[in-house]
């Protein structure tokens, strides 16, 4: 499940970084090299640290997505042996539409949300913090 999640993903994240290394001004790559920096520090002070939002972006996204995981376990293992691969969205899924427990199911989407945006809100407040 989780080869699959990240070839699926893949392309996406890859798309979304080489949009953000062309987005990265050529005059900060000139003025590296005019300073004598090789590629390795190019890449690491320049490249790296003008991608760090986009990352932070990325990151907060890829934690969300893999909360929403329905799919993938449901339809290649549905479970899998005693339960070993049920995801929380599967579990939703499974209160909702097998056993028609919609209070359950609501009362746990409800807390997936509190996570996340616990989850959220703490990462931006740390970030904040390193940023100043």
């Known amino acids: 499940i989780v080869v699959t999640?990240?070839?699926k993903g893949a392309g996406a994240t890859s798309l979304l970084y080489l949009a953000g290394l062309q987005g990265?001004?050529?005059e900060l790559y000139e003025a590296a090299v005019i300073d004598g920096a090789n590629?390795?520090?190019?890449?690491?002070h320049v490249a790296l640290p003008q991608l760090y939002n986009l990352?932070?972006?990325l990151l907060i996204l890829q934690v969300i997505a893999v909360f929403q995981i329905l799919?993938?376990?449901l339809v290649m293992t549905n479970g899998g042996p005693n339960n070993a691969s049920v995801s929380l969205m599967q579990l939703v899924f499974r209160y909702a539409f097998e056993k028609f427990d919609y209070s359950r199911a609501s009362a746990?989407?409800?807390l997936i949300s509190i996570v996340l945006i616990t989850?959220?809100?703490v990462y931006n407040k740390v970030n904040r913090e390193q940023d100043m």
């Open 108 to 110: 746990i989407s409800v």
């Open 39 to 44: 590629v390795r520090q190019r890449i690491f």
């Open 5 to 7: 999640m990240t070839w």
């Open 71 to 73: 799919y993938e376990p």
């Open 119 to 121: 989850l959220t809100l």
């Open 24 to 26: 990265i001004s050529p």
């Open 55 to 57: 990352a932070r972006t």
